[in-house]
């Protein structure tokens, strides 16, 4: 009875395994969309009407771009320096390290003329963009070899342990 | 003591780089209500600007000495890591900082097609602090209005630090909210440079009254002419006029039936007569009334006098 029930847990165990890993890589590209939109927002709301740094992280940072924009304006209340506030806020991001440094680096173009800090800010959702399109693209096959992988593990160790 | 004042002047201390602010803080109180800027010049000490001249604020030791990465963390803190933003007066030499402060700012220009486009490279800065004195005008209002109640349009003289800009934000202030005897007046401001109403993020951060529009960070002469079409104010002020065309547009306007209030940088209304773009202005006979601002012993002096209507075209 023991040795069935402990089978059925390492089951749900690689079950909740894929569920969990299938979400984190889901949450990364809602990330990358979320970033991606908010940059664009920003870079257009600096052409046109020089909003300042606070006031944009403020309007933007809700949903998932809050994981970055939220944290830095709170930072900055502090009178913690904006790049010193966006490399913390950056590396603290569940995305691929490259896009981290990508995005890192954006705290220090901020504070500089218009067509600069929009530019920044729009490479930056483009590199973003693109990042997501490629992972969109190798999703399904990703999804599926996680979940094999998942089950095949649970069943190997179920077998063993029955 | 002035309990204002040293309240204003740590409000402008806080916004210092830690390192200085603390320096700042330290003066006594007695110092404190007497400055009028905090000057910040690359290696040397900070040093206050009173009445009496520039005193330091800090030993002249090596680690009390102004870096330039006090002065950049210093613009950076003001403009809230948004230089973008506040390019336009940084042009221009100077930043509206939030509490009705204004950054004088100096360093290397950057020239595009022979103009400033920027500045780069910070060696000083002048951190004015902003006084406002609350019903300094309030004596003075009636000798500019006619027996009708209409204000007599004005220029405010004074030599520059004289205390012109002050009385013409409370006269603002006065004319905007009226009194027993005196409806109140719609009251339009071009505030090219940000002293009048100190605007931050579309908020005057001074009192102006309720019946008050603010056109901020516009050239007079194109201020005058959008708000002449937009907000039909019953009175225009500027500050400091000082080209021909800022001159054109205040024309434009009194031939609209505005009442103008403008300050110049000039002595009395001599000086005026002297200098050929004045003469110019006084020859269009838009100003009737002249205060001229002193210095008496127990502060500022207001002396109202009737403008006289001369001849452009001779010779001083």
């Known amino acids: 009875m023991h040795r069935w029930l402990g089978a059925a847990l390492i089951l749900c165990g690689g079950l909740l395994a894929r569920a969990s890993l299938l979400?984190?890589?889901?949450?990364a590209q809602r990330l990358r969309q979320a970033?991606?939109?908010?940059?664009?927002?920003?870079?257009a709301e600096i052409g046109e009407l020089l909003t300042p740094v606070p006031a944009l992280l403020r309007r933007y940072g809700h949903g998932e771009a809050e994981r970055l924009l939220a944290p830095v304006s709170a930072a900055l209340s502090r009178g913690v320096p904006l790049r010193e506030a966006w490399e913390q806020a950056s590396a603290a991001l569940p995305i691929g390290e490259g896009e981290r440094r990508t995005v890192a680096s954006l705290g220090a173009r901020l504070d500089s003329e218009a067509e600069s800090a929009a530019s920044?800010?729009?490479?930056?959702?483009s590199a973003l963009r693109r990042?997501?399109?490629?992972?969109?693209?190798?999703?399904?096959?990703?999804?599926r070899l996680i979940t094999s992988l998942c089950i095949t593990i649970s069943l190997f160790l179920t077998i063993l342990l029955a | 003591m002035d309990n204002d004042r040293i309240r204003r002047y740590e409000q402008a201390?806080?916004?210092l780089p830690p390192r200085l602010r603390r320096l700042a803080l330290e003066l006594p109180d007695a110092r404190k209500e007497r400055v009028e800027e905090l000057r910040l010049r690359v290696r040397q000490p900070m040093t206050a600007l009173t009445r009496e001249g520039e005193l330091s604020v800090a030993p002249a030791d090596r680690e009390a000495l102004v870096t330039a990465d006090d002065l950049e963390r210093m613009i950076a803190g003001v403009t809230e890591y948004s230089r973008y933003a506040s390019a336009e007066t940084l042009r221009q030499g100077f930043l509206t900082v939030r509490g009705g402060f204004r950054l004088g700012v100096c360093g290397t220009a950057v020239m595009r097609e022979g103009a400033v486009c920027g500045l780069k490279?910070?060696?000083s800065l002048a951190l004015r602090i902003v006084c406002e004195r609350i019903g300094i005008a309030a004596d003075v209002v009636p000798r500019l209005c006619d027996p009708t109640?209409?204000?007599q349009s004005t220029l405010i003289l004074s030599p520059p630090g004289g205390g012109k800009t002050t009385l013409l934000r409370d006269l603002i202030r006065c004319l905007s909210l009226g009194s027993g005897e005196r409806r109140a007046l719609r009251v339009a401001v071009v505030d090219e440079r940000g002293e009048l109403a100190a605007s931050c993020q579309g908020r005057a951060q001074t009192e102006l009254g309720g019946h008050t529009d603010v056109l901020d960070g516009c050239p007079k002469a194109i201020g005058i002419t959008m708000l002449l079409r937009a907000m039909s104010p019953q009175v225009i002020a500027v500050d400091e006029i000082a080209t021909r065309e800022d001159i054109?547009?205040?024309?434009?306007?009194?031939?609209?039936?505005v009442s103008l209030l403008a300050t110049i940088h000039a002595r009395g209304t001599e000086e005026l007569a002297r200098k050929p773009l004045w003469r110019e202005l006084l020859a269009a006979g838009v100003f009737s009334r002249a205060v001229i601002v002193g210095a008496g012993e127990d502060g500022r002096t207001y002396t109202v006098e009737e403008l006289p209507c001369i001849d452009g075209s001779a010779q001083p």
């Open chain 1, 23 to 27: 979400e984190s890589g889901r949450r």
């Open chain 1, 35 to 43: 970033l991606s939109a908010a940059f664009e927002a920003m870079a």
């Open chain 2, 149 to 151: 109640g209409r204000l």
């Open chain 1, 131 to 143: 990042s997501y399109e490629r992972n969109e693209t190798g999703r399904r096959e990703k999804e």
């Open chain 1, 120 to 125: 920044a800010l729009r490479l930056t959702a």
């Open chain 2, 121 to 123: 490279d910070f060696s």
């Open chain 2, 248 to 257: 054109a547009a205040m024309c434009a306007a009194a031939n609209c039936g």
């Open chain 2, 13 to 15: 201390a806080e916004l």
